[in-house]
C-alpha cells in the first residue's frame, strides 16, 4: 500500500462509524480526521472532494464522499487496482 488513506469523519455519525469498522474488520490503517474538531480537517476534505459530508475516503486520486459501505465497495469494484492496494481481495466481502 502507497502512503496511509485518509478517513473524514464526524465522531457522531453512524456511517462513519460504520466505514470505520468496516475499514478495521480488513486491517486498513487509516489517518482518521474529525471535520468538526478542526476547521483544517473540514477545508482539506472540501477541498479534495468539493463537499461537506462524511464520511469521505482519500487514498491518492481516489475519492469516495459521502458514502455507506456498500456504495464504498461498488466503488471499489470501478478501480481494481486501488482495491488491490488496500488489500481487499474478491473474497474478503
Partial sequence: MKKKPTLYIRR??????E?????SQH???L??????????NMDRMVEVSEQGYVPT???????????SVDEFQDELEQHPEVRKELGIGDDED
Avoid at 457522531?12 to 462509524?17: A, F, G, Y
Avoid at 466505514?19 to 475499514?23: K, L, R, S, T
Avoid at 491518492?60 to 458514502?67: A, K, T, Y
Fill in 12 to 17: 457522531s455519525c453512524p456511517w462513519c462509524r
Fill in 19 to 23: 466505514a470505520m469498522a468496516f475499514f
Fill in 27 to 29: 486491517g486498513i490503517e
Fill in 31 to 40: 489517518d482518521v480526521r474529525d471535520v468538526e474538531a478542526s476547521k483544517q
Fill in 57 to 67: 475516503f482519500e487514498y491518492g486520486e481516489f475519492i469516495v464522499s459521502d458514502f
